[in-house]
């Protein structure tokens, strides 16, 4: 998926704290959405701590930030109150949204291939369009360059 403008893919999915998140719902806030492999890893922990330190950054912007993994709703529950984070997630148990966005993807380690969710995120602007990918997401210092992308919206 490349920069061009694109319209995200409309999604329902069942979010922490109870009940579901319609992406269309959401307009005219902007959206940012990072996909990350799994609850309570080292990465994924780091990623979402530094996105739930900048929250409040993101929503004096008016902008809304979720997490999406394949964990159950169950697990991210479990993941925030151990980590005390602050960003609502989102649960692709069946990864449609993930192949949706395409970030399921054929992944290697240790020498086997399987399927997995390849870390990135996408800004979404106020009208639905994608207006900023970022595949392969590499962790330090991602949150303030998304940070710094949505001020420039």
Known sequence: MSDTQQSAPDFTLPVTGGGEITLSSMRPSPIVLFFYPRD???GCTIENEAFSALLPEFNALGVKVYGISKDSIASHDKFMA???????????????????????????????????????????????????????????????????AVKAL
């Open 40 to 42: 309570d890893t080292s």
């Open 82 to 148: 151990k980590k005390d984070l602050t960003v609502p997630l989102l649960s692709d148990e069946n990864s449609d949204v993930c192949e949706k966005f395409g970030v399921w993807k054929e992944k290697s380690m240790y020498g086997k291939t399987f399927m997995g969710i390849e870390r990135s995120t996408f800004l979404i602007d106020a009208h639905g369009e994608i207006a900023k990918s970022w595949p392969k997401v590499k962790v330090p210092g991602h949150a303030e360059d998304v940070l710094a």
